[in-house]
Nanobody, 124 residues
Framework: QVQLVEFGGGLVQAGGSLVLSCVVF????????MGWFRQAPGKEREFVAT????????YYADSVKGRFTISRDNAKNTVYLQMGSLKPEDTAVYYC?????????????????WGQGTQVTVSS
């Protein structure tokens, strides 16, 4: 059984920064690619960033490239999303997700385990 718990959401002003953390309970964390997704009210859940099991490969949505950084600490079973230069349109519930293999993906359907989500609100 794999469980994911996100931390770090909150309210921040536009232009500010926030760091999300996701702790994964379960074995073989380093063999799992991880992803961050988000869902704004009335919108579909969308891809934000993904990282390979080793952490050597990352990929970002165009909307966050250059502003967000995904990273992981395999010794702590934790994946992070550093968010900078935040905009009101970044407001959403952010979810972390885990695959059963080490290669990242941008597709919701490729992830087998999901966290409960954490709210990020960016005020203008």
């Amino acid at each position: 059984q794999v469980q994911l718990v996100e931390f770090g959401g909150g309210l921040v002003q536009a232009g500010g920064s926030l760091v999300l953390s996701c702790v994964v309970f379960g074995r073989t964390f380093s063999s799992r690619a991880m992803g961050w997704f988000r869902q704004a009210p009335g919108k579909e859940r969308e891809f934000v960033a993904t990282i390979s099991g080793s952490g050597s490969s990352t990929y970002y949505a165009d909307s966050v490239k250059g502003r967000f950084t995904i990273s992981r600490d395999n010794a702590k079973n934790t994946v992070y999303l550093q968010m900078g230069s935040l905009k009101p349109e970044d407001t959403a519930v952010y979810y972390c997700a885990a695959r059963t293999i080490a290669y990242g993906s941008t597709s919701n359907d490729d992830y087998n385990y999901w966290g409960q989500g954490t709210q990020v609100t960016v005020s203008s």
